[in-house]
């Protein structure tokens, strides 16, 4: 007998240990939701299925997605267009300077306005309450690296304040030139 058609015998046969599982599945449900992937949820519906029916897979690990894989995430690089961008955008609107609240926003409006985040973008970071996607740590370390590469700058004081370095400003647009006259003409 394995070791797994013990242990699902036990749980079996003693209402403590049912409900013990039970309360590890709502745990597991509850983690699952919070992550915001679908895929998570099945798997623990899943493994709770195989607990009910007593399959001898039921404590195996359930198949999720690797969020390791760079496919499944934003990186800073592809960030960096678009903060340049957004702070562009500010700007010619007259905002010099724009604060990490509204770039979190901003960003955010733009990848949903263009297919959405990916999957390992909404996981859960920070074990602090509350969500904390991962896209919020890409995005610091975006806003730390074109610091240090000089795309951006901040105040010491307004430190979560940020500007455009001299070198992205945007043109702004010509306006039309003043009428001159070309020659003098003699009045009478």
């Not at 745990?27 to 992550?35: H, P, T, W």
């Not at 562009?88 to 306005?113: A, D, F, M, P, W």
């Given at each position: 007998?394995?070791?797994?058609a013990?242990i ?8 403590d ?32 299925e ?28 592809e960030m ?28 955010n ?23 904390q996607?991962l ?25 979560r ?8 400003l ?5 306006t ?13």
């Amino acid at each position: 007998m394995s070791i797994l058609a013990t242990i699902q015998r036990l749980i079996q046969g003693s209402p403590d240990a049912q409900a013990a599982t039970s309360r590890m599945i709502e745990v597991l449900a509850a983690e699952a939701i919070k992550s915001g992937q679908p895929d998570a949820l099945v798997a623990v519906a899943a493994q709770w299925e195989n607990l009910l029916e007593g399959s001898t897979n039921a404590l195996m690990p359930a198949t999720v997605p690797s969020f390791n894989d760079p496919a499944n995430f934003t990186t800073a690089e592809e960030m960096k267009p678009v903060v340049i961008e957004i702070l562009q955008q500010c700007y010619l609107g007259g905002v010099v300077e724009v604060t990490n609240g509204t770039i979190k926003k901003q960003i955010n409006s733009h990848v949903l306005r263009n297919g959405g985040w990916k999957d390992g973008d909404l996981q859960d970071s920070d074990p602090k309450p509350g969500v904390q996607p991962l896209w919020h740590k890409t995005l610091s370390q975006a806003l730390y690296e074109m610091r240090q590469t000089g795309d951006i700058s901040n105040d010491s004081k307004a430190w979560r304040t940020y500007r455009l370095a001299p070198q992205h400003l945007p043109l702004l647009p010509g306006t039309q030139e003043p009428k001159q006259l070309t020659a003098w003409e003699e009045v009478a």
